[in-house]
Nanobody, 122 residues
Framework: QVQLVESGGGLVQPGGSLRLSCAAS????????MGWYRQAPGKGRELVAT???????NYADSVKGRFAVSRDNAKNTVTLQMNSLKPEDTAVYYC????????????????WGQGTQVTVSS
């Protein structure tokens, strides 16, 4: 069993900053990558940023230069630093982990957190 717990969401004015954190716990064998996705009202879930165990990152074009994703591999945590926030960043942000369990170390699957609300409004 794996649990992903997000924290750090909230209400912020345009131009402000927030930092989201996510911790994965459970019988984890290996983690390929962790990251963040978001879903705005009436829209599908989209990639925000991901990072592999080796440190390779991938960002949505809309957040490049404003957001930064980092990871502590030893603690299975991922952090998203969000700066210069815009109203269009408003969404529920979901933590994602692509990992395998100890019991089935050869099988890699996606796991999701419950989501944390980020609202950017003046």
């Amino acid at each position: 069993q794996v649990q992903l717990v997000e924290s750090g969401g909230g209400l912020v004015q345009p131009g402000g900053s927030l930092r989201l954190s996510c911790a994965a716990s459970g019988s984890i064998f290996t983690v390929e990558s962790m990251g963040w996705y978001r879903q705005a009202p009436g829209k599908g879930r989209e990639l925000v940023a991901t990072i592999t165990t080796g440190g390779s990152t991938n960002y949505a074009d809309s957040v490049k230069g404003r957001f930064a994703v980092s990871r502590d591999n030893a603690k299975n945590t991922v952090t998203l630093q969000m700066n210069s926030l815009k109203p269009e960043d408003t969404a529920v942000y979901y933590c994602n982990a692509r990992l395998s369990l100890q019991e089935t170390s050869w099988f890699v699957s996606n796991y999701w957190g419950q989501g944390t609300q980020v609202t950017v409004s003046s």
